[in-house]
């Protein structure tokens, strides 16, 4: 009952994880066919591949570079304000945001999307906004399960955001429809989430003290978090997960349109199947590890298991195989994600999640948008190699966490005191 009671409390709160999690799910399999079309080549002025990859490149990079600012910047004002009137300012700026990058498509304007773009990136701060909504209502027993329903609620909007994009861009479903459409549907989902916000959603953090915001902000929360030795290895090993995953994930959209010559609705799918991927990690795979390893052991293991089928995917040319691979790849690595988040979690004390949890989706926002930056190796290594680097990535990171449990027993399930984490 107390789990559901904690479920009810943020529900609210879960629809704008989803809004967030269409940056990927809806627009990364819609980026990737917009730049393999010809309407790819009207935006850009150009049909080079060269320049489409630069600039395909730079649309995958902009979301999570502005995230990074958005995600620090709102989750310390969410500890000033309160959760419910920040989460609620972000949903206005992604309906804006997404009309913006509808414009930018339907006249043919770079520019323009990009800066949509951007903005949609910037305006993306539910995430951190709710892991530590999460956090304030869990204690350390419930934490990495409550914490599994917010990672649950991203891989929704992962499933869900490719059949948006697949139906609301095909002309011959609905005349009229094209690249254009999904970012208006996106744009109205936003605006129902903040309705619901608004009236349904009720407080979850009482505010004790107010701190300061800065707008270099996004920098110097790295800068403290590097003065704190636990939290300066725990970014070295996260990054490291998350820049194989953000490799992996991109280019293997890249690697299936290329290989393959999937369609824009097939590659909407596959996207939606790595989606399906982390919900079965999510239902399935978190509960039977919890119940028979530390957070930490399943964490290693989970690590190590992304690494070696990203490898795998690497070497891989058959398409069956292919989706059986990412099918695996999402599984493991969602389950991954959710323990290092419990014991990011566990490096700072109730009173700063919202700090904590900003620092954590700084990571994730800077470590996509260094994987964005990578579509500029493929003339170098091919998408095949790209991955095949994704996955070594994911193996350090496993020895990382591995050395890290060993300098600290059960720490995942104690942490560390608010003030031995943070001196």
Known sequence: MKRFLHLSSIAPCLLPIIIDSLGFGLVYPILTAIFNSPTGSQLVGSTSEHLHAFYLGLAYMLFP?????????????????GRKKVIGLCMIG???S?????????????????????L???MAGSQPIAQAAIADLSTPKTKAFNMSIMTFTLSVGIVIGPLIGGFFSDPYLVKGFGFWTPFVAAALLSLIAFFWIFFGFKET????????????????????????????YLILLFACNQVGFGIFFQTILIQINQDFHYSRFLLGIFNGWIGLGFAIGLLFLIPYT???????????????????????????YNAPFTWAL?????????????????????????????????????VVAISFALAGFSTNLLELTGTHGLIALGGGLQLISAFLLWHFIRQHPNYAEHGESGASAQA
């Open 65 to 81: 570079f502005c995230m990074l600012f958005g995600a620090s910047f709102f989750g310390d004002l969410s500890d000033n304000l």
């Open 94 to 96: 992604m309906v804006l």
């Open 98 to 118: 997404f009309l913006i990058m509808a414009l930018g498509i339907s006249i043919l304007s770079l520019s323009l999307f990009l800066i949509g773009r951007g």
């Open 120 to 122: 949609t990136g910037l």
């Open 205 to 232: 953090f009482k505010v004790k003290e107010k701190k300061k915001l800065q707008l270099l902000r996004p920098l110097l929360i790295f800068k403290e978090g590097f003065e704190k030795k636990t939290v300066r």
């Open 290 to 316: 919890l119940k028979r390893w530390k957070v930490e052991t399943v964490g290693v293991l989970t690590l190590t298991g992304t690494g070696l089928f990203e490898l795998l995917s690497g070497a891989n």
């Open 326 to 362: 990412a099918l695996v790849v999402a599984m493991a690595d969602i389950v991954a994600y959710t323990m290092i988040m419990t014991i990011f979690s566990n490096a700072a004390d109730k009173n700063s999640q919202g700090w904590i949890m900003g620092i954590f989706g700084a």
